[in-house]
């Protein structure tokens, strides 16, 4: 009491009352009033810090007795601090140090930086520790170690960088995800004393050295990722773990064989050993391992007979590309793997006649690639499953094919003998089209794990960040068909040449053959040392370029585009844009004239001029077109992007709100550039793409911006927000009731289903989500963001963003392997139906996350399922609509992608057209997804209250 009295601000004689009148709330506020001075001292620190986003929460001088948002306290001390997602920025006080009791800290999910304070070690009683998802930079304080109650510590997707401090003292740890940092040094051998772990991710990190012998005393370990560092020697004895679920190894530099315990490992699940150094042979036992639905041993050199396999019956995926096997035919009793989406046996030895069985005894197969073999013979194409979608068989002896390539697959011959036939009637099937990304022929950079600011990339010659010029050139006659890492090599050197620079400074992002005998590479060319572009430099580099000259070994070429560098440019480059676009004063006469009716606003500087010409060149090849807007444009109509016209923010970008001069309503997204930075002609391909999807359950797009780093996408305003914000939004918003709720489920299905299977590009969103589905003036839904992840390519920043896709609604196969078919789309279609019957979401973080999908499967096993039915939603609940929405959420959510219905197949359930199947067992839920893990080597975004 006095305590509090001392506290209390002048002007505060009310509060006596205040609480006499608060008594009967026992149950929401805490027992004892006032809080312990040490506790408002460190609590006024982080209010003093972090007073932008959390004043409007927390006011009042005493934590535990008001409505602080995020304190949670127990006899007036404050033993929880709930601040996860809740946009803090900037580094974290050391006053924290001061709250001694608390038990849970929750920091995760915001744009915290500076080193984690040694102070924390100060937490004694700290149970469970988040900072996931934030910059925290600097070694891990050496302080944690104090930290012996600590059950959870959640460090991953940060910044940190290495050596790992000791951590023996953390007894009682049974969870530790330290993924997706810079650390460096050895993983300890301490590690083998924190004798409960159960849980130990220490993924996408640098660490080097051997694994520690010690893990084999971890008996409880059910999870070990260590997948994506450096590690290297043999893999030690595991064969104590008899827990042990989920094994994850790949890309690392381990050698030795393949340790055939593993195969004996009672439990195990699953086992990631791709793009190690493995060797020997493939030890028999892992036939054993029924359960593992992925067998990826690719880019290792294992070697000798391959063993039975059969018994591996739950597999989805097998990749044995680039070993040493040499296997001559394909094994017969691979026939037996009915679940087979992925066959990967690219330079695998095989020779003899194609089997045609391959194309047509995997119901699921969407993928088969025989790469580099010595097939031969006639290719029987007559008979394929109607899933298969690649069918690769280039540089191979292929002399013949039968029958004809349905609409459906892509089949790639390219480097066999039919393909030097002139009368053979299909070369386009002999075009290499598969791109080569950078990825497939080179190693990373070992510094790839630093993340470059917007616009800038790592350069090669020294690992920093840096501006680089960007372009792409077009190789107009190429001898070769395939590109590797000496053809690569050897184009970067022959370019530095004609540019007159070290071949360091020269960067072959990407090559893909475009048709036959044409290549289109883009190249980043980085600064000198000093990091600085100088005017002349860049002219004079713009004009070796044009001049076209050939390239030794690589024929002739012609620049494409090229895009100047941003930032650190000594001199203005006036002379840039004129060049890239290469339109002459004449031209840009008639523009004048013929453009003149775009025109809304009053006058254009020459260079939006040029812009504009460039885009509309582009587009005249498309039969739709969007609206072009320049930047100046879109500036003007959101008032110069002003925080109030801001209406969300999405994995892609920032959404706000526009007028357009006739006073119609447009939303903008602002793309994230760096992200973004993709030649111009692609990006404007997509768009146009996007443009020509026209659906009334889709958000209709209607134009885009372009320029230099930015990228906007104009779309129709779409009245009431997301479902997301409706949903779960502020409480005073309008409350769905059954009917609206139920015609919500069958638009988005249309939608989606329109999507998948009707519009001319097969689109897959990969990003379903409350927050993504909009709802118009009439609660209409209509599906925002679709075809954005085609806009983001595969690693063309340093920033992973494989797996596009948002906690609680990620399927398993796309976020673990990046597995992606519709399937994927439907998982997340399934999340969001139990969203919109629940009315929660599809995760609750709190002291446990809960997950929404969990929860559901709990309560079909304990066939209570009705109870997850929204109470507000009595009144006008039709029971057997909902029962059906629910049986087809969780049919869509199977964890098996071949179990989950089409989309159509989803409309005419949900509208009940067709039976729903029993639903089968096995729910889709991976705890794990929810920690940012993938085995793509990518975070998965998570911003679970975006909208557009
Ligand atoms: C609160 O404090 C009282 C007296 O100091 C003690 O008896 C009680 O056990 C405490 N309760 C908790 C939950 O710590
Ligand atoms: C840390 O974050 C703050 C606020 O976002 C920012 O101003 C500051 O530059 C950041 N510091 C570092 C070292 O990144
Ligand atoms: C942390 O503990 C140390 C010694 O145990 C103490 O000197 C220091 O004041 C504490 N820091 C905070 C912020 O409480
Ligand atoms: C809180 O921590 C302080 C310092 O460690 C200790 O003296 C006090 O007893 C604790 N209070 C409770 C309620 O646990
Ligand atoms: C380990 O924990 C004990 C008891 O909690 C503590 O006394 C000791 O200082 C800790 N050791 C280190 C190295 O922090």
């Known amino acids: 009491m006095i305590i509090g009295l001392a506290l209390a601000k002048p002007g505060m004689g ?41 004043s409007t929460n927390w006011s009042g001088s005493d934590p535990c007795g008001s409505y602080w948002r995020g304190v949670y306290c127990s006899n007036g001390t404050v033993t929880r601090l709930d601040l996860g997602a809740r946009g803090l920025a900037g580094p974290v006080p050391a006053a924290i140090g001061g709250l001694a009791n608390l038990t849970i800290l929750f920091l995760h999910q915001n744009n915290l ?8 070690g100060n937490l004694t009683s700290l149970s469970t520790l988040s900072l996931y998802m934030n910059g925290f930079t600097g070694q891990l304080p050496s302080s944690i170690n104090r930290l012996s109650n600590l059950q959870q510590l959640s460090l991953n997707q940060n910044l940190l960088v290495g050596p790992l401090p000791e951590l023996s003292n953390l007894t009682s740890l049974t969870r530790l995800y330290l993924q997706n940092n810079h650390i460096t040094g050895s993983i300890p051998s301490s590690i083998g004393s924190i004798k409960y772990l159960q849980t130990l991710y220490l993924s996408d990190n640098l660490f080097s050295g051997p694994l ?47 340790p055939s315990e593993l195969g004996n490992l009672p439990s195990l699940q699953n086992l990631g050993m791709e793009n ?47 070993n040493s096997f040499v296997l001559g035919s394909v094994p017969t009793w691979l026939s037996k793997m009915q679940n087979l989406i992925t066959l990967n046996l690219v330079n695998c030895g095989l020779t003899g006649d194609f089997p045609s069985w391959l194309t047509h005894s995997f119901p699921a197969m969407t993928t088969a690639t025989f790469n580099l073999n010595q097939f031969n013979g006639t290719l029987d194409i007559s008979n394929v499953n109607r899933n298969l979608t690649l069918l690769s068989l280039e540089d191979n002896k292929i002399s013949g094919l039968h029958g004809t390539v349905p609409g459906f697959i892509s089949v790639k011959l390219g480097g066999n003998p039919i393909c030097k036939s002139v009368t053979f009637s299909q070369p386009d099937l002999c075009d290499l089209s598969s791109g080569y990304g950078p990825r497939t022929w080179r190693q990373d950079l070992s510094c790839s794990k630093l993340i470059c600011q917007q616009g800038q990339s790592l350069s090669p010659e020294n690992c920093t960040c840096m501006y680089p010029l960007v372009f792409n050139i077009i190789l107009i006659s190429t001898s070769f068909s395939t590109f590797n890492a000496p053809r690569i090599g050897g184009l970067e050197s022959q370019l530095a040449g004609q540019l007159k620079i070290t071949s360091d400074r020269v960067w072959v992002q990407s090559a893909n053959f475009t048709s036959l005998n044409q290549t289109v590479a883009d190249i980043l060319v980085f600064p000198a040392q000093s990091g600085f572009w100088d005017d002349s430099e860049v002219s004079f580099i713009e004009s070796q370029l044009r001049s076209g000259k050939s390239l030794t070994g690589y024929g002739q070429y012609r620049l494409q585009f090229l895009a100047p560098p941003q930032g650190n440019i000594r001199k203005t480059l006036s002379k840039v844009l004129p060049i890239v676009l290469g339109v002459t004063l004449s031209l840009v006469a008639i523009l004048i004239a013929s453009s003149i009716a775009l025109l809304f606003w009053r006058r254009y500087r020459n260079k939006e001029f040029l ?31 002003s925080q109030s016209n801001k209406l969300g923010e999405g994995g892609f970008g920032e959404v706000f709100k526009g007028l357009l001069p006739d006073g119609t309503k447009v939303a903008l997204k602002r793309l994230y550039a760096s992200r973004s930075l993709q030649g111009t002609h692609e990006f404007i391909n997509e768009v146009t793409i996007i443009t020509g999807v026209l659906h009334r359950n889709l958000v209709k797009l209607i134009g885009c911006c372009i320029e230099e780093t930015e990228r906007i996408l104009i779309y129709e305003f779409v009245e009431h927000n997301s479902l997301y914000h409706v949903l779960f939004g502020s409480s005073n918003g309008p409350i769905l009731d059954w009917p609206c709720r139920y015609n919500i489920a069958i638009g988005t299905a249309r939608g989606l289903a329109y999507l998948h299977d009707d519009c001319e590009t097969r689109i897959i969103h990969r990003d379903i989500k409350a927050s993504n589905i909009l709802l118009d003036k009439n609660f209409q839904p209509k599906i925002a963001d679709f075809g954005l992840a085609r806009l983001f390519p595969d690693g063309a920043s340093h920033v992973s963003t494989r797996v596009a896709g948002t906690f609680g609604y990620v399927a398993p196969e796309y976020g673990l392997y990046g597995q992606l078919t519709e399937k994927a789309d439907v998982f997340s279609f399934g999340v969001v139906m139990l969203e919109l019957v629940s009315g929660k979401k599809s995760v609750t973080f709190g002291a ?41 959420a969780l049919l869509c ?40 893990k993938s085995r793509s080597s990518s975070s998965v975004e998570a911003k679970p209250e975006a909208s557009y």
Not at 233 to 238: M, S
Not at 284 to 305: C, E, K, V
Request: net charge negative.
């Open 14 to 54: 009310a509060r006596p009352l205040v609480w006499f009148l608060m008594l009967h709330c026992v149950l929401v506020f805490p027992v004892k009033a006032f809080t312990e001075a040490a506790d408002v001292t460190a609590l006024q620190a982080l209010l003093e810090n972090w007073k932008s986003v959390l």
């Open 276 to 322: 190690n150094h493995f060797t020997g042979s493939l030890p028999d036992t892992i036939n054993q391992l029924s359960s593992i639905p992925y067998l990826f041993l690719q880019n290792n050199r294992l070697s000798g007979p391959l063993p039975d396999l059969s018994g591996l019956i739950n597999l989805q995926g097998l990749d044995l590309t680039n």
């Open 212 to 258: 520690p012998p010690s893990i084999n005393n971890l008996s409880l370990l059910t999870t070990l990722y260590v997948d994506h560092n450096v590690l290297s020697g043999a893999i030690p004895d595991l064969s104590a773990l008899k827990s042990l679920q989920y094994l994850w190894l790949q890309d690392n530099q381990f050698t030795g064989a393949i």
């Open 611 to 641: 812009l504009r010409y460039g885009v509309q060149q582009e587009f005249a090849k498309h039969s739709l077109q969007p609206m072009f807007f320049t930047y100046h444009d879109a500036k003007m109509i959101t008032n110069d992007f």
């Open 113 to 120: 930086n500076g080193t984690i304070p040694s102070e924390i």
């Open 893 to 932: 959510t199977q964890a098996m992608a071949t179990k989950r219905p089409t989309m159509p197949q989803v409309v005419a359930m949900l509208v009940g057209e067709r039976e729903i199947r029993d639903v089968p067992n096995a729910p889709g839920v991976m705890s794990e997804l929810m920690m940012g």
């Open 848 to 888: 446990d996350y809960v997950l929404l999908l969990e929860w559901a499967w709990q309560l079909y096993e304990e066939n209570r399922l009705m109870e997850l039915v929204d109470s507000t939603l009595k009144p006008t609940l039709k029971e057997e609509e909902a029962k059906r929405v629910i049986d087809v």
